[in-house]
């Protein structure tokens, strides 16, 4: 394990999209992180170990999303994959 010091970061962009708007400083904790990769194997003894569920995993907190529809509050994750040509990008699944 290393350690990792916090410190302070600008998080977010004034010049790009409205949704990263506003760029603002934001402090971080310092925290430990593992030095080389863990595998799919090493994770599935983790959970094993542990009972560990991902944020993908977990319930979500409606007072983290106001005015998010009931419906978007399930906890979940998208799988990307490469695609066998072009796709319809209107649809955010498809990026």
Same mark, same amino acid.
């Given at each position: 394990?290393?350690?990792?010091?916090? $410190?302070?970061?600008?998080?977010?962009?004034?010049?790009?999209?409205?949704?990263?708007?506003?760029?603002?400083? &934001?402090?971080?904790? $310092?925290?430990?992180?593992? %030095?080389?990769?863990?595998?799919? %194997?090493?994770?599935?003894?983790?959970?094993?170990?542990? $009972?560990?569920?991902? +944020?993908?995993?977990?319930?979500?907190?409606?007072?983290?999303?106001?005015?998010?529809?009931?419906?978007?509050?399930?906890?979940?994750?998208? &799988?990307?994959?490469?695609?066998?040509?072009? +796709?319809?990008?209107?649809?955010?699944?498809?990026?």
């Amino acid at each position: 394990m290393a350690w990792i010091p916090g $410190g302070t970061f600008l998080m977010g962009s004034d010049r790009h999209y409205p949704e990263e708007r506003p760029c603002h400083s &934001v402090k971080v904790a $310092g925290f430990w992180m593992d %030095q080389t990769a863990m595998t799919n %194997q090493d994770f599935a003894r983790f959970f094993a170990a542990t $009972g560990y569920k991902t +944020v993908a995993e977990r319930p979500l907190d409606p007072t983290l999303y106001p005015g998010a529809p009931p419906g978007m509050l399930a906890p979940g994750a998208l &799988v990307f994959r490469m695609t066998d040509g072009p +796709v319809d990008t209107r649809d955010i699944r498809h990026w």
